[in-house]
Nanobody, 117 residues
């Protein structure tokens, strides 16, 4: 079974930066899409950014120009570089990967990102 392990969350001041990492314990299946979601208290989970197997990226309007999603050469790790962080970025960030011909979906446990003075 695939397990996604996230790291990089924490407390940062407004305007600061964080880089989230998500490592897949196994890569037996082709990764179709990698992505990051986030959920703030009292709000629905929302899609932040995605990157396809071919390297195409997509971002939520709220993070365009500030966040960058990327992957390693082995395609087992996905990153989210977050710059110019705002308090509105606060929430639990979840890594997500879809894999294989049946589009199996895997989720990380979530990592807390808090942007506050």
């Amino acid at each position: 079974q695939v397990q996604l392990v996230e790291s990089g969350g924490g407390l940062v001041q407004p305007g600061g930066s964080l880089r989230l990492s998500c490592v897949a314990s196994r890569s037996m299946f082709r990764i179709n899409v990698m992505g990051w979601y986030r959920q703030a208290p009292g709000k629905q989970r929302e899609l932040v950014a995605t990157i396809t197997n071919g390297g195409t990226t997509d971002y939520a309007d709220s993070v365009k120009g500030r966040f960058t999603i990327s992957r390693d050469n082995a395609k087992t790790t996905v990153y989210l570089q977050m710059n110019s962080l705002e308090p509105e970025d606060t929430g639990v960030y979840y890594c997500h990967m879809s894999m294989g011909v049946y589009d199996y979906r895997y989720w990380g446990q979530g990592t807390q990102v808090t942007v506050s003075s």
